[in-house]
Each structure stands twice: as C-alpha cells, then as structure tokens.
Antibody
Framework: QVQLVESGGGVVQPGRSLRLSCAASGFTFNSYVMHWVRQAPGKGLDWVAVVTDDGSKKYYADSVKGRFTISRDNSKNTLDLQMNSLRAEDTAVYFC??????????????WGQGTLVTVSS | EIVMTQSPATLSVSPGERATLSCRASQSVSSNLAWYQQKPGQAPRLLIYGAFARATGVPARFSGSWSGTEFTLTISSLQSEDFAVYYCQQYNNWPPKYTFGQGTKLEIK
C-alpha cells in the first residue's frame, strides 16, 4: 500500500546537525512533489520545505532557510531533510508528506507517522 | 504570507449533532484549501481538498464549502471517532508557502 516511513529523529544539542529520511513505497515516487511538515509539542502544523518531483527546485519556510536542506533520491524512493545549526525551537515531530496530484500545488494526501526531533543541551 | 485563521479554537458538540468549523484566509486562495483531521499521536489525515472535494474513503457526513475567503467544514452527524483536531491549509501559491490554520479542537460535549 501507499506508505511513507520517516526515520532519523532523536535528541541533539543546540547548534548540531541531524538528518531525517523518509522511505516511500506503493506509488510512483518520482512523479510527485514531496514536503516536510513539523509540529512542535502541543502546537499546530508548520510547513517546512518542499522539493519538486525531479529534485530540481527546492523551497523553504523562512524559519529554516539557510539551515535546512531538502533532497530526494528517486532511484531509492527516499526523501531527506538535512538539518544544521539546530535550535531549541526546531524541537518537533517531523512528517514527510506527498502531494495528491502530479501537478502542484495540491493538498497532502499521504503522510508518514512522523519522527521526533528534540533539540536540548 | 497568507494567514489562515480558524474559529473557534475549541468546539464542544454532542454525538449525533452537527459541527461547523470555520477557516478564513487573509487573501484569496481561490478554492485551493484543504481540511485535515488529526487524532492524538497520529499523522494528519486529508479529509477535503479543493475546498469541497472529499478525499478517498472519507465519509459523506464530512462536507466542505466556501465563499470568497471564508471556508467551512461541516460534519453532519458527529460520530465518536470524529472528535479530533481539524486544520485547514491553503496551497494556492507556487513557489509554495503553504500555510496551515492554528486548528480547531472538536471535543465531546
């Protein structure tokens, strides 16, 4: 079935780096725009970054621009998020999400279960 | 940045009754508006896209409508499994700056 599975979360000190991954299955991965969305504890949803289907274009929320890098490997059906210079306010559950259509923009029809990132000394 | 404002923050409704949730966009997003349901410890689930189209597998008691920049999610007869947090999201921009509302918690009265 269509599935997204995130990994790579954990506890990291402020200023350090962490890399998240999202493994996709059950759909033609290279046909869809993919996103990262985060949710701080007890808070709402916050869009983080997006990459186009071929990986050529990437866009970021202002809060992470210059620190986070989204990438994808269409040969492995994986989506990554490299997070550098982490701050306490980056503490959140990070979800990967798939756009519903092959022509963006569109709603997010499939979400992973999320991976928790805690930034703390 | 387009700001999405949901109201109310919390809605208390009895099972079997109708629930009406609102979402207002700070500027036009056309019909590029989605609604998601999120239960504790779970990922969001897409309910409505294109302001009124139900996603696959979503029961008919969920419906979406809009007028201008005002969007409404209606749940016609609440079931126990419907008590959750609901988020609206606009996806009108490309390059994207997709934004979510702050959420409405639907609780049992």
């Amino acid at each position: 079935q269509v599935q997204l599975v995130e990994s790579g979360g954990g506890v990291v000190q402020p200023g350090r780096s962490l890399r998240l991954s999202c493994a996709a299955s059950g759909f033609t991965f290279n046909s869809y725009v993919m996103h990262w969305v985060r949710q701080a504890p007890g808070k709402g949803l916050d869009w983080v970054a997006v990459v186009t289907d071929d990986g050529s274009k990437k866009y970021y929320a202002d809060s992470v621009k210059g620190r986070f890098t989204i990438s994808r490997d269409n040969s492995k059906n994986t989506l990554d998020l490299q997070m550098n210079s982490l701050r306490a306010e980056d503490t959140a559950v990070y979800f990967c999400a798939k756009e519903g259509g092959t022509i963006p923009p569109d709603a997010f029809d499939i979400w992973g279960q999320g991976t928790l990132v805690t930034v703390s000394s | 940045e387009i700001v999405m404002t949901q109201s109310p923050a919390t809605l208390s409704v009895s099972p079997g009754e109708r629930a009406t949730l609102s979402c207002r966009a700070s500027q036009s997003v056309s019909s590029n508006l989605a609604w998601y349901q999120q239960k504790p410890g779970q990922a969001p689930r897409l309910l409505i896209y294109g302001a009124f189209a139900r996603a696959t597998g979503v029961p008919a008691r969920f419906s979406g409508s809009w007028s201008g920049t005002e969007f409404t999610l209606t749940i016609s007869s609440l079931q126990s499994e419907d008590f959750a947090v609901y988020y609206c999201q606009q996806y009108n921009n490309w390059p994207p700056k997709y934004t979510f509302g702050q959420g409405t918690k639907l609780e049992i009265k």
